[in-house]
């Protein structure tokens, strides 16, 4: 099996691709591919390039497309993940998982049951944009889901989310109302999902997210854990409107 790798848009020209950065690196000290070796290119569209390499130089790899074919794995459904920020590595392992379950968008969160520490936001959003990258490559995907630029509040998700068909945020109190009752006239294409931190949304949270129009669902009658939540959301979600 070839190995992938996405490649911004401007870096394929005519039929020529150009390689750099840590993907240069990785085909020629850990593939330890050469001249004349195969890969297989993913440029932001809906077709699978098969690329063959012609320069493989320090700095930049340069390849030729040989052969393209119709690609397509993404959901009709566009799910926008807010995740309130977990202890330890939860996080990461939730984005993984996300990002395999076809989320759309990532937005970390901070709340007011938040006991994660926001320091060294920078040092975190980049790391959490590299695993969004990794499994990317891993499921096969042929977009890599935006993960924010900053962990953001509750009210900035909220107001950044107007224009999805439908807002939903999942709180452990609701005990009357899941995503089989929505009535939708027509099928969604797009959700904004809130997902709360190890101790759940505050009533007043959930009362601001109801002002912007988010509708309290419930995930069952048992309690599930912070990190488990999104991933049971998100499977629904795409059993429901998206493609599993």
Request: glycine share 8%.
């Amino acid at each position: 099996m070839s190995h992938k790798f996405f490649v911004p848009a401007g870096q394929i020209v005519g039929n020529r691709v150009t390689l750099t950065g840590s993907d240069v690196s990785h085909i020629r000290t850990v593939l330890r591919l050469k001249v004349g070796a195969s890969i297989q290119v993913i440029g932001g569209s809906d077709k699978l390039l098969t690329v063959r390499l012609v320069e493989v130089q320090a700095k930049e790899i340069q390849g030729e497309i040989i052969a393209s074919e119709k690609f397509d794995v993404e959901s009709p459904l566009s799910v926008h993940l807010g995740l309130a920020l977990t202890k330890g590595n939860k996080f990461d392992a939730t984005l993984r998982k996300s990002v395999e379950l076809g989320a759309c968008s990532i937005t970390p969160l901070t709340t007011e049951r938040c006991v994660v520490k926001t320091h060294q936001v920078g040092v975190k959003i980049e790391r959490w944009k590299k695993i969004a990258l990794e499994s990317s490559k891993q499921c096969g995907r042929i977009q890599v889901p935006l993960v924010a630029e900053r962990i953001e509040t509750l009210k900035t998700f909220c107001r950044n989310s107007d224009d999805r068909d439908l807002k939903l945020v999942f709180w452990e109190m609701e005990g009357d109302n899941s995503l089989k009752d929505i009535k939708q006239d027509r099928k969604p294409r797009s959700v904004a999902v809130l997902i709360g931190p190890e101790g759940g949304f505050s009533l007043d949270e959930i009362e601001k997210t109801r002002e912007y129009g988010f509708q309290t669902m419930s995930l069952g009658p048992r309690i599930i854990r912070a990190d488990t939540a999104p991933i049971v959301a998100l499977a629904l979600l795409q059993s429901l409107w998206g493609d599993l």
